[in-house]
Structure formats: structure tokens, C-alpha cells
Nanobody, 123 residues
Framework: QVQLVESGGGLVQAGGSLRLSCAAS????????MGWFRQAPGKERDFVAA????????YYVDPVKGRFTISRDNAKNTVYLHMNSLEPEDTAVYYC????????????????WGQGTQVTVSL
């Protein structure tokens, strides 16, 4: 079992940046592939980015490619989502998730979820 706690959300103007963090506790962090998802009001929870157990591989959904970067520090049991050039369409609750797979990009492949952190991007 792994517990996940997100932080770093907030209100930012369009074009600005935020860094989300997800701290993990419990079982060995490096045994999990990690991902970020987001859910806008009235919409499904969608995949944003994923990183492999070692951090050597990463996937991104097309709308965030070139703007968002996922990274992890296994020594600190933390995964990050660096978000640049934010747009109002990025407004959502962002969730951190863990999978027993090396890396995964679908919601069903993730076993553990955090509570989410709100990101709001204003014009």
C-alpha cells in the first residue's frame, strides 16, 4: 500500500507556471510507476503525464507536450509536475497516482490515488 499527498496547486495567471508535488509514503516508492491526471468540472478524469519507476521514461498527453514536465526523486519519495505556459484550459483538480506497472497511461492501470490539488488558471 502507498499513500499519496499532492501539494502545490493554486491560482495563476495564463502564461504562468506552477510545480505540483506528490509525496508518497508506505511501500517502496521506486517500485511504482507514477502518473498525473486531471479532472475539470463536469468532465472525466484524464491522463496528463506518467513516469517510469526509474524516471528514465515519460509519457505526456498531446495538449501538455512541451509545456509540462514530469519528474521524480526516489530518494525523497516524491514525484513532480512542472507546468509552464499555463492556459485556462489547464484548470482542473490534479491527481497523483501510483501503478505497480513500470509505466502506464490509462486510469484503470493505477491502483493508488491522492486526494487532488486544485489548479486554476485565469485570463
Amino acid at each position: 500500500q502507498v499513500q499519496l499527498v499532492e501539494s502545490g496547486g493554486g491560482l495563476v495567471q495564463a502564461g504562468g507556471s506552477l510545480r505540483l508535488s506528490c509525496a508518497a509514503s508506505g511501500r517502496t516508492f521506486s517500485a511504482y510507476g507514477m502518473g498525473w491526471f486531471r479532472q475539470a468540472p463536469g468532465k472525466e478524469r484524464d491522463f496528463v503525464a506518467a513516469i517510469s519507476r526509474s524516471g528514465n521514461s515519460a509519457y505526456y498527453v498531446d495538449p501538455v507536450k512541451g509545456r509540462f514536465t514530469i519528474s521524480r526523486d526516489n530518494a525523497k519519495n516524491t514525484v513532480y509536475l512542472h507546468m509552464n505556459s499555463l492556459e485556462p484550459e489547464d484548470t482542473a483538480v490534479y491527481y497523483c497516482a501510483a501503478t505497480v506497472l513500470r509505466i502506464a497511461s490509462t486510469r484503470a492501470q493505477y491502483n493508488h490515488w491522492g486526494q487532488g490539488t486544485q489548479v486554476t488558471v485565469s485570463l
